[in-house]
């Protein structure tokens, strides 16, 4: 099938929305077509290099909505016309991760950058002859995916598309941030470091939670204001304010959890993350930053004595085929508010402009939508 998607072909360098070939599904596979696909910050850690991936052209996007129109051989449980979305890490259910409960960290994550299926090692996806690696084996940057059954998760047909897409991984990591690894409880303070897309689903969860304080902290004013908005009773603008009103309003406690979901994560941040974390308290880092970078700083004696917890956070600890209806089922009733977080859409031709939108702090999700014109 000829279609067309949006390429990365070298770092540093825009989205080029060009004609790509999209094959046909093999075995274990299935073929979506595509209505709606997020715009997340990952994608753009492929541009930064902060990602690497096997090499180029890279078709980007990870984050999809969609309807079954091909099944492949040996697909049992996913009919012609479902509705869908792309779960970002793949959940095979039978490794020892998947068994022993950690679905979001199933082995199959180990090629999501290697551009090789699932099935059988080859590539689904040609631009110009040339093998095009497909971010998170997905590539929703394009009208068409054929993805391994292990990516795919069944939502309600009612479900809107542009809030659908989004569960696939921001929403999902944000909820799961704060319900399952930082582990909120009524009453406590918490503060949510970055309010983008993922941050913003935190803060809805850790509200949804019982949270009694949360402290917001973002430079984009805007963003602020849309974080009160969202639940946050206290808002700063970096972590040095944040550290002093936090101080300020707990009497010198801080936070019992402190959610870091910024666009990009720096190892220079981690001691004034833990500033804001009380004693026994736990910082989640679900951030990204350069996959090389091993330089952190932070005082590891209060660590130790005043015994608080660092942890790290991939996809919100979640279990896709579970937590994605679950997220949505809260939306459908009315407790989590994902159509408020998607503040433009896009065609696919404007994707390099939806991406300056998001990191000019215009936006808190900015969403592609396809067309006949796409299709």
Sequence with gaps: MRTKGALLW????PWSVEEIDIGDPRAGEVKVRLETAGLCHSDHHLVTGDIPAAGFPILGGHEGAGVVIEIGPGVHDLDVGDHVVMSFIPSCGTCPPCRSGLRNLCDLGAGLLSGASVSDGTFRIQAGGTDVTAMSLLGTFAPYVVVHRSSVVPIDPAIPFEVACLVGCGV???YGSAVHTAEVRPGEDVAIVGVGGVGTAALQATALSGARRIFAVDPVEW??????????THTYPDLVSAATGIAEATEGVMCRKVIVTVGRAEGA???SWLALTAKAGTCVVTAMGNVLANDV???VALLTLLQKSLR??????????HDIPEVLALYRAGRLDLDGMVTREYALEQINEGYRDMLEGRNIRGVIRFTDADW
Aim: a positive charge; zero cysteines; glycine letters at 18%.
């Design 10 to 13: 070298d770092f540093h360098q």
């Design 172 to 174: 999902t990591t944000g």
């Design 223 to 232: 963003k602020r204001d849309q974080a009160r908005r969202f639940g946050a």
């Design 269 to 271: 941040d981690v001691g």
């Design 297 to 299: 700083t932070m005082n």
């Design 312 to 321: 790290g956070s991939i996809f919100g600890g979640a279990n896709p085929q």
